[in-house]
């Protein structure tokens, strides 16, 4: 019970990135315990047919949460951890859940419009499942490449790489795979993730946040089953998207700055005040 116990406290502790990890997760073992009793991959993932879909329309959000191979979810939870963790850097949590979300909405309407719109796909599958995290995390990773495309991180075999290489390259190995018919409705899928996160990452750019209004459609939802008063829920973000995406961004380009002087002059060059900016960045 005490390993029951720890997970259930590490996930009320957790932040958005940990809960949707622990969700995918949960939702995985419980597929692998039932499905041969239950039809759950049937009820939780995203048909191809509009008629089926009519009936389970729930499932275009429930799909984005939804495997079944081991290695379909580890890969998909890893990336989602590490992209994750990078969003994280420039924005918020409630961001990054919109872009989760919206970015699994956009992977599932592309992936209908392609199934039902193009004769070789439906003559090829009349009758195909969507399911899986990746339209999710295309999204995250194409929303902060596009937000900061020269942001560098370190791969291994590789050195620093940056990201907009990274989805460029997870792009293209996903279009030249549409025409193998090997999880051609996944890669579609992909790709509209990754065109709301181009567009996610171009409009927050401008000063504008495309997830706000679903967000707070998602709490308004949310409050109806929660137990806080309306004046806990209204209190509980000091300050806005914006402002706090904004004062993340121009600490790291100033963190970038100082390891650029570290690396031309030395540590010893730095003034006091960068070497504080500095310590303070590395407790983040």
């Given at each position: 019970?005490s390993?029951?116990?720890?997970?259930?406290?590490?996930y009320?502790?957790?932040?958005?990135?940990t809960?949707?990890i622990?969700?995918?997760?949960?939702?995985?073992?419980?597929?692998?315990?039932?499905q041969?009793?239950?039809?759950?991959?049937?009820?939780?993932?995203v048909p191809?047919?509009?008629?089926?879909?009519?009936?389970?329309?729930?499932?275009v959000?429930?799909?984005?949460?939804v495997?079944?191979?081991?290695?379909h979810?580890?890969?998909n939870?890893?990336?989602?951890f590490?992209?994750g963790?990078?969003?994280?850097?420039?924005f918020?949590?409630?961001?990054?859940?919109?872009?989760?979300?919206?970015?699994?909405l956009?992977?599932?309407?592309l992936?209908?419009?392609?199934?039902n719109?193009?004769?070789?796909?439906y003559q090829?599958?009349?009758?195909?499942?969507?399911?899986g995290?990746?339209?999710?995390?295309?999204?995250?990773?194409?929303?902060?490449?596009?937000?900061?495309?020269d942001?560098r991180?370190?791969?291994?075999?590789?050195?620093?790489?940056?990201?907009?290489?990274?989805?460029?390259?997870a792009?293209?190995?996903?279009?030249?795979?549409i025409?193998?018919?090997?999880n051609?409705?996944?890669?579609?899928?992909?790709?509209?993730?990754?065109?709301f996160g181009?567009?996610y990452?171009?409009?927050i750019?401008?000063?504008r946040?495309?997830?706000l209004?679903?967000?707070?459609f998602?709490?308004?939802?949310?409050?109806?089953?929660?137990r806080?008063?309306?004046?806990?829920?209204?209190?509980r973000?000091?300050?806005?998207?914006i402002?706090?995406?904004?004062?993340k961004?121009?600490?790291q380009?100033?963190?970038?700055?100082?390891?650029?002087?570290?690396?031309?002059?030395?540590?010893?060059?730095l003034t006091?005040?960068?070497k504080?900016?500095?310590?303070?960045?590395?407790?983040?």
């Open positions: 019970m390993i029951i116990n720890e997970i259930k406290q590490s009320r502790q957790g932040g958005v990135l809960k949707l622990y969700i995918n997760i949960a939702v995985f073992v419980v597929i692998r315990l039932l041969s009793f239950i039809p759950l991959l049937e009820w939780l993932s191809s047919v509009p008629l089926s879909l009519l009936f389970k329309p729930w499932t959000f429930t799909y984005m949460f495997h079944y191979d081991f290695m979810i580890i890969f939870l890893l990336y989602l590490w992209f963790k990078i969003f994280l850097e420039f918020n949590p409630r961001q990054l859940l919109g872009v989760y979300l919206l970015g699994g956009s992977g599932a309407a992936y209908l419009a392609a199934y719109l193009i004769p070789v796909l090829h599958f009349p009758s195909s499942i969507l399911l995290a990746s339209a999710s995390v295309m999204a995250i990773l194409f929303a902060v490449a596009r937000y900061m495309p942001h991180i370190y791969l291994m075999f590789f050195g620093p790489v940056k990201l907009k290489y990274i989805a460029l390259i792009f293209i190995l996903d279009l030249i795979s025409p193998t018919l090997e051609t409705g996944g890669h579609i899928a992909h790709m509209g993730g990754a065109l181009f567009i990452g171009s409009s750019t401008k000063g946040d495309i997830t209004g679903f967000n707070r998602m709490d308004s939802l949310m409050s109806i089953f929660s806080k008063t309306k004046m806990t829920v209204t209190h973000r000091p300050i806005t998207d402002e706090y995406n904004t004062k961004v121009n600490t380009r100033e963190v970038d700055r100082i390891l650029e002087k570290i690396k031309s002059s030395g540590y010893d060059s006091k005040d960068e504080k900016t500095l310590f303070e960045a590395s407790k983040d």
